[in-house]
């Protein structure tokens, strides 16, 4: 479901590129074909769980990338017999935070797709079971639609159909919950992110063409210092390609620049994205794109 018209706002990165490279464009809409459905591949916690944490985030992670949009949209509720609880939704476009923790980052990427992410707005109560509630109106990247063929889906008393993820949490119901809830560390600033050996360091050359005395490459993005880098991706008004601001604070899944350096799981650029991703000589690393989605996350800083 990515809009067809694009936009000639290409970010250009390479990790060690030839110069001429910096200075050319590739007007090529990546249109594949959508194939399959989008699948719910694994559950955190896992659907019957005896013993999940208190203090567990509710991960689903499915089989592609979804819209970070159609969150609005997909109903995901959660339930403990007649009672609805507070979540905060999120997507992240790929896996960069730890499965089912709310403090912690991805060391690998653990998910083939997407994450739809619920966290309580407080610890699980132990010894009491959960329902997680979905609807099937979450899209793919591509338009993929979600899988309702899986004998977990089923009609409600209305006719519409329903998935239930059900656990139960670890402890008895006497026990206390946690009091203390684990949160986040507070993510980078650019400036550390053009420090030795990150992303944007001049001698790693990352993202070289941008760095160098290319005039083309500089005209359309120019990182040659922290200062004038935030100002380009941070301040830059208008939508980039995939029709979302080149980085919007606090939402790297809704960032072209975190979309345009991200590969899918088979190592291609997302649908409809013009050109090839960047860098072009291969994917960053997980903890590159790590780094980058968690400074948009922490409010994008310089």
Known sequence: MRPAGLSRALLVLSLVAPAASCGELDDRARFEPVVGVLEIVETIPAAGSPDADPLTRIDLCLSAEVDPRALDSFDATLHSAELTFDTQQEVQLFSWRAPGE???LASERWC????LSLTPGAPLQPGLTYRVQLRPALLGWAGEALDTEHDSWAPNAEGELRRFIEFRVAGSTGDSAPEEIPALEPGPSLTELFAPGEIFDP?????GCHQRDDELASARLDLSDPETAWTEL???????NTDFPMVTP????ESYLVHKLLRTQAGAGLHGLQGEPMPPDGPLP???LVRVAHWIEAGAEL
């Open 286 to 288: 997980h903890a590159d």
């Open 234 to 240: 941070v301040l830059r008004t208008g939508l980039e």
């Open 250 to 253: 606090r939402l790297p899944s």
């Open 112 to 115: 083939p797709g997407s994450v």
């Open 203 to 207: 001698e790693r050359e990352a993202c």
């Open 102 to 104: 709310r403090a912690g």
